[in-house]
């Protein structure tokens, strides 16, 4: 009766332990070593296409506060490279920004001619269950067959881990 006490226990702590992991996804950080800038005309583009991201992933802006910030624009903003009506402003240099929502997530920095210079960047959030239904033909047909791969994770939605962690506490407690 011990040892299957103690392996419950563990059972219960690895469910704990895993939960942060499993919860909050992939960080994404814009740009990866470049940072969210102007200069070398880094192509966010390419490196957007490269990236398989999903719901409970965290897209994250570095960047010089004093140059540069963060705008989330309609898709219309987004190709006019407008900064008068953004959806969200973030100006802290370091902005995590949670995506909570599948399709397109437009960024720009607003501070005048950044945008129209490349300093602009579009997050496509896949939806993991069905296969493409609302994709854009700019998606590069290689990216989408990784992320069936390692979409089992994000599956795990955080309700499934309360139950599972219920599920494991109530047996311990009744064996107590
Ligand atoms: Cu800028």
């Avoid at 991201?53 to 960047?63: A, E, L, M, P, S």
Wanted: glycine share 8%; aromatic share 10%; charged share 10%.
């Amino acid at each position: 009766m011990g040892s299957s006490r103690a392996l419950v226990f563990l059972v219960v702590m690895f469910a704990y332990l895993n939960f942060p992991l499993l919860v909050n996804g992939v960080v994404y950080s814009v740009g990866e070593s470049t940072g969210w800038t102007t200069i070398g005309h880094y192509n966010y583009a390419k490196w957007a296409s490269n990236q398989t991201f999903k719901v409970g992933d965290t897209i994250r802006f570095v960047y010089s506060p004093q140059h540069h910030n963060v705008m989330q624009v309609t898709s219309s903003d987004y190709e006019s490279c407008n900064a008068m009506t953004p959806l969200a402003t973030y100006t802290t240099g370091n902005d995590s920004i949670p995506i909570t929502k599948e399709g397109h997530h437009y960024f720009i920095c607003g501070i005048p001619g950044h945008c129209i210079v490349g300093q602009k960047v579009d997050i496509q959030v896949s939806n993991s269950s069905t296969s493409g239904g609302a994709m854009t033909p700019t998606m590069s047909p290689n990216s989408t067959s990784p992320s069936k791969t390692i979409s089992s994770a994000s599956k795990f939605s955080s309700k499934d881990l309360i139950l599972l962690v219920v599920g494991l506490v109530v047996p311990t407690i009744l064996l107590i």
